[in-house]
């Protein structure tokens, strides 16, 4: 009963910047944490930032000073601004929402996780 759309991803030039977002759709009451994870070829997925509900923001170490999460609680929406891109930083990026609760057919349901399609995005000259 929730979908996710995910959106922003390309390639870009080393320094270059990007704007990924993620929407939630549906009969949604509340959304806990959302946030972002990527998973770069041969490693593991890593977290790259969140932020809950209130504001509170948390960032991986090696994006912090050049990335920004920030959410839209009235559209659902989280987004991630992408600024002085590095080659590392090239991986595909997921967006993932905890404790979701939305309206279903029976009544009110609650996903503990939500996670999108992932989005690639390629730093390169």
């Known amino acids: 009963q929730v979908q996710v759309v995910e959106s922003g991803g390309g390639l870009v030039q080393p320094g270059g910047s990007l704007r990924l977002s993620c929407a939630l759709s549906?009969?949604?009451?509340?959304?806990?944490?959302m946030g972002w994870k990527r998973q770069a070829p041969g490693k593991e997925r890593e977290l790259v930032a969140s932020?809950?509900?209130?504001?509170?923001?948390n960032y991986a170490d090696s994006v912090k000073g050049r990335f920004t999460i920030s959410r839209d609680n009235a559209k659902n929406t989280v987004y991630l601004q992408m600024n002085s891109l590095k080659p590392e930083d090239t991986a595909v990026y997921y967006c993932?929402?905890?404790?979701?609760?939305?309206?279903?057919?029976?009544?009110?349901?609650?996903?503990?996780?939500?996670w999108g399609q992932g989005t690639l995005v390629t730093v390169s000259s």
């Open positions: 932020v809950t509900s209130s504001g509170s923001t």
């Open positions: 993932n929402a905890d404790d979701v609760v939305v309206a279903g057919s029976s009544g009110v349901l609650e996903y503990r996780g939500v």
């Open positions: 549906g009969s949604i009451f509340s959304i806990n944490a």
